[in-house]
């Protein structure tokens, strides 16, 4: 797991230095750690978004299936 973390480390940053980024490692280690922060973030409020969706999706097939047996 941590080879992994590291790995990830790793590639985002000679993805920075790729992309013409600072020279200065500590510098590039900075704009890794914000681009992978981001990326948690987006895909933490992206997770968040698709639960309260398929919450109110359940929370209808419930009713649906409520009025149906009501019937």
Do not use: M
């Amino acid at each position: 797991y941590t080879r992994q973390c590291a790995e990830l480390v790793d590639d985002r940053i000679h993805q920075i230095r790729l992309q013409g980024g600072p020279s200065e490692t500590h510098k590039v280690a900075i704009l890794a750690a914000l681009s992978i922060a981001d990326e948690y973030f987006q895909a933490r409020d992206g997770l968040a978004r698709q639960r309260v969706e398929l919450g109110e999706r359940v929370a209808g097939i419930a009713e649906k299936l409520e009025a149906s047996l009501a019937d």
